[in-house]
């Protein structure tokens, strides 16, 4: 059944959860510069993840470990910049909230009082209570992140699919439950069983966003390079490609080498 989509000039943390009740779904896309922001602002998508997955996309890093506060800062600030519409979350980078509530909370104040963000989001549940309520008691929008959290990569070995087994759905449906009583607004459900995220969509007041989690949770996000086709090694399932830009871009920039070298350009309608 079709649901009358609401237009929101800007979107809040208020708006994602009158989407899951108004069942309209939630489109969210990462950005790490202002003009890719600017262009998914611009088309309308709801929500901006500054994610740290720029450590990979972005500097070329097998993880999303080495990433700085101080550099996921700078990214943010540069899509901040570019945005009319977009809710604007960003990654806490690992190392920066999950043994110290209180360095949870410096960090979290950082990101929004540098940068000019409107949430943030954390990988976990209830190992990082804690840090989560203190950055929710200063006021902070805190979204979750449950199933595979590439932040505790060496600690699971693989990217494979999570909570296939009934103890760690178990836990999953738990923390994700933990996540919603202690405040967040939202919660990423990455790479697990469809069933598993429907499941806990359903138990759910507040938005339940996959990524690699089925259809029937209220939103999805993918890394904005994977869906325009910039990157090629990176084929999970549940990448939906709507361009091929590697190719395109290729292509083009093989033309322009071409056209100096040949001296095809600048012509004479191209200089002054």
């Known amino acids: 059944m079709s649901v009358a989509k609401k237009e929101y000039k800007r979107v809040t943390v208020k708006s994602l959860v009158d989407m899951k009740k108004n069942g309209e779904r939630i489109s969210m896309l990462t950005a790490y510069d202002y003009s890719m922001a600017k262009i998914i602002d611009d088309a309308n998508v709801d929500v901006i993840l500054v994610g740290d997955s720029a450590s990979n996309v972005m500097a070329g890093h097998e993880t999303t470990l080495p990433i700085t506060l101080d550099q996921m800062i700078y990214h ?6 570019a945005i009319n519409r977009c809710l604007v979350v960003v990654d806490i980078p690992f190392g920066s909230y999950q043994s110290d509530p209180k360095e949870a909370l410096r960090s979290a104040i950082r990101i929004m009082k540098e940068s000019g963000a409107h949430a943030i989001k954390v990988e ?43 103890a760690e759905a ?15 607004f939202a919660i990423v459900l990455e790479k697990i069983p469809a069933t598993l995220a429907k499941e806990v969509a359903e138990s759910l007041t507040i938005p339940v966003i996959g990524i690699g989690a089925g259809g029937d949770v209220d939103g999805q996000v993918l890394v904005i390079h994977d869906l325009l086709g910039m990157t090629k090694e990176f084929n999970p399932r549940f990448l939906r490609r709507y361009m091929n830009l590697y190719e395109e871009m290729g292509s083009a920039i093989s033309q322009y080498v071409d056209d100096v070298k040949t001296r095809d350009f600048p012509n004479e309608e191209e200089q002054y």
């Open 76 to 81: 943010a600030s540069s899509v901040i910049r």
């Open 124 to 166: 976990g549940g209830i190992e990082i209570k804690d840090s989560v309520k203190r950055i929710l008691n200063a006021g902070i929008p805190v979204m979750g992140h449950l199933g595979l959290t590439p932040q505790s990569i060496y600690k699971f070995g693989t990217y494979t699919v999570r909570a296939k087994e009934e």
């Open 170 to 184: 178990k836990k999953l449906k738990e923390d994700a439950l933990l996540l919603q009583k202690l405040g967040c």
